[in-house]
């Protein structure tokens, strides 16, 4: 759907006051299992805030303990300021989509999106207008009389977002909501949802494991990983200034070499890499101090923060491994000596060298783009 | 003549082709090997079952020229009316019993898992492993002039003389619907089970509470086992034979054994097929009527 007829539509529905959720030292345990080990976060009202994380991470508990389907085992969840931590899920006045949609197969879409409002004691007359102006929202207009199970798997999904805002929740949570939807699909309901969210102003949670989807859609990322959160950011704090070796390898693709400091500069610390090429790099926290010579240390790059470049330019030298073309750009894994390979991430239209397998190579970067940890 | 030589090999080959489709169904099974497969059950069908049944039926109406007088008897002797209006009325409320006492045993189950779920299962399996003589019997010994539950209210002071359990139509119903329940929660734990977990969780999210979570999400979904385990549990009670003939007393006569006495005792094979006759067509109307009635919500639930 285009962004005008968004618009249009959206002037159906009245924007939503987004709730603050403040997730304080929560910790959850299932038997000797501990599955969620101690988070804070806090949300502002009407932010898109993505958990994202590996499976087993904590991040769907940790959603499940904000709607209420789980109880935290020690800390408190608050909206707005309220204790919820005990109250059930029904009167917390949260919108949840669910990956497999969730929807009534025994309920037309109009008495799905309906429910709710059915469930809040509104009038039969209300519950048709809201309901209908909601399946409108999302496009699904025309089709109340039909069940869910004559649906696409797309459509199924919006009929759960149209079910989950027609009560206009301050809160609304999103559990890995476009799993089940094919690449093209997901991409553009990932842009979708971003507009409808910005243009209603609901607060949101949004847990996924793809990297992409968070990027894209959230304002900021919580990275979760071992029921702990390792990192919260916009994407390009994570992106650019990953806080350690875990959020850097996460998010994005990353180059992992060991290095030893052999000195310090202003802002940046030299290091010699295991084939003996010394290069400088930013710590990855500006307050660490700066180890002591010989420590070891992990550097990390982006492949496309590495440059190629004619002998005697470069700092590292190397030798090209394999070549893969991926339209927009090249990839080289080229050998660094006993210090491991990198990859290197090169656009097709840029300048340069272009050397082919087995070729020697010379690299760089600026200190800027290496961070140390 | 060479060159309808070289095109026969090929004409044959697609009347090959033709043939292998016709072998084999939609889901590429041949034909001829499923027949196969039926082919004993079917015989033994026939054999042990379309033919008795049929010529008792027959019976009924010719012996030897056609006659109507079997269901005349039927129709002019109040005391054969009231066997079937009894017989109904005994199967719907062994029907009714067991559904409310099933369904509850089947939400529970259908919310266990690991071991609790096996010996649960156990639990309601073993009854149907059981024969059903034995476990009619223990209605016996639980609820004779000197039995179990007489002891225990007598022993309580509740009672000064034992109580006629045993022999009447609530000594039927609560043994049928012991012997019949199984068949009532099984059907209707496999439609819980089949039910995803996200729905009840969605419903909560979306304002209902525990009551409303059932009436409205899990109770519908549930509908085609109910549906499943009720015209079972009907079925099977309105042709029950043995428990009402153990635990029943002469006054609480059933169809089944009415047609047991008239075949084993009496000899009267054409009123036996008279009343057999009765039994299966008013059955079948009860489940055709019943199946339209119900198949509009299975309809609606998948």
């Given at each position: 759907m285009s962004l005008a007829s968004l618009r249009d539509r959206l002037s159906i529905i009245e924007p939503i006051r987004g709730g603050a959720v403040s997730i304080d030292a929560v910790v959850k345990h299932y038997g000797s299992q501990t599955a969620v080990a101690g988070v804070n976060l806090e949300i502002e009202p009407g932010e898109f805030v993505a958990l994202l994380g590996p499976s087993g991470s904590g991040k769907t508990t940790l959603l499940m303990m904000i709607a209420g389907f789980e109880q935290a085992s020690e800390g408190a969840v608050r909206i707005d300021g309220a204790d919820v931590s005990w109250m059930p899920p029904h009167r917390r006045n949260i919108g949840m989509v669910f990956q497999k949609y969730a929807l009534f197969p025994h309920m037309t879409l109009i008495e799905n999106v309906a429910f709710p409002l059915r469930m809040r004691g509104h009038t039969a007359t209300e519950r048709k207008r809201d309901a209908a102006a909601a399946l409108r929202l999302v496009g699904l207009d025309g089709m109340e009389r039909r069940l869910p199970g004559q649906l696409s798997g797309g459509q199924q999904q919006r009929v759960a977002l149209a079910r989950a805002i027609v009560y206009r929740p301050p809160v609304l949570l999103m559990d890995e909501p476009l799993g089940a939807l094919d690449k093209k699909l997901r991409e553009r309901m990932q842009i979708e949802i971003k507009r409808l969210q910005a243009s209603l102003g609901a607060t949101v949670i949004f847990v996924t494991h793809d990297q992409d989807e968070a990027l894209t859609m959230a304002d900021r990322i919580a990275v979760m990983n071992h029921g702990k959160i390792e990192q919260v950011g916009t994407p390009i704090d994570l992106y650019e200034r990953p806080a350690n070796v875990f959020v850097a390898s996460f998010i994005g693709e990353t180059n992992l070499l060991e290095a030893i400091i052999v000195g310090a500069e202003e802002s940046a610390w030299v290091l010699r890499l295991v084939n003996g090429s010394v290069v400088r790099a930013t710590p990855a926290a500006a307050s660490t101090p700066v180890p002591a010579n010989g420590k070891t240390v992990k550097m990390a790059i982006r492949p496309e923060r590495i440059v190629l470049r004619e002998p005697g330019e470069g700092l590292v030298r190397g030798t090209v491994g394999e070549v893969i073309y991926a339209g927009s750009s090249l990839i080289y894994f080229i050998q660094i000596g006993d210090a491991g390979s990198l990859t290197v991430r090169v656009p097709v239209?840029?300048?340069?060298p272009r050397p082919s397998r087995g070729d020697t190579v010379f690299l760089s970067w600026d200190a800027v783009n290496a961070l140390a940890y | 003549m060479e060159a309808i030589a070289s095109a026969a090999p090929a004409k044959d080959a697609s009347i090959g082709r033709r043939v292998a489709l016709l072998m084999r169904n939609s889901k590429g099974f041949p034909i001829p090997l499923a027949v196969a497969m039926v082919a004993p059950l079917l015989i033994g069908l026939a054999v042990a079952f379309v033919q008795p049944v049929g010529q008792l039926l027959a019976t009924s109406l010719w012996h030897p020229d056609f006659t109507l007088v079997e269901y005349q008897r039927i129709g002019a002797t109040p005391l054969y009316f009231r066997i079937i209006a009894r017989t109904f009325l005994l199967a719907t409320t062994v029907t009714v019993a067991a559904l409310l006492l099933g369904y509850p045993v089947a939400l529970f189950l259908a919310r266990l898992s690991g071991w609790r779920l096996t010996v649960a299962t156990a639990c309601i399996m073993l009854p149907l492993w059981t024969s059903v003589l034995v476990r009619s019997y223990s209605w016996i010994v639980i609820l004779q002039r000197n039995g179990l539950l007489n002891t225990f209210l007598q022993w309580l002071g509740v009672i000064n003389a034992p109580l006629p359990l045993l022999y009447n139509e609530l000594a039927v119903v609560v043994a049928m619907t012991h012997v019949l329940l199984p068949y009532m929660i099984l059907p209707i734990w496999a439609a819980l089970r089949a039910m995803p977990r996200d729905l009840p969780l969605a419903a909560e999210s979306l304002g209902a509470n525990g009551p409303r979570v059932f009436w409205h999400v899990v109770l519908p979904l549930s509908m085609p086992g109910v549906a499943s385990g009720t015209l079972m549990v009907f079925i099977l009670a309105l042709g029950f034979y043995v428990t009402p003939a153990l635990v029943g007393g002469p006054r609480t006569l059933m169809l089944a054994t009415l047609i047991g006495q008239q075949t084993i005792e009496l000899l009267n094979w054409p009123f036996a097929g008279a009343l057999a006759a009765v039994l299966l067509v008013t059955t079948l109307v009860l489940v055709a009527a019943f199946n339209r009635f119900l198949g509009l919500d299975k309809k609606a639930a998948s």
């Open positions: 239209q840029s300048i340069g | -």
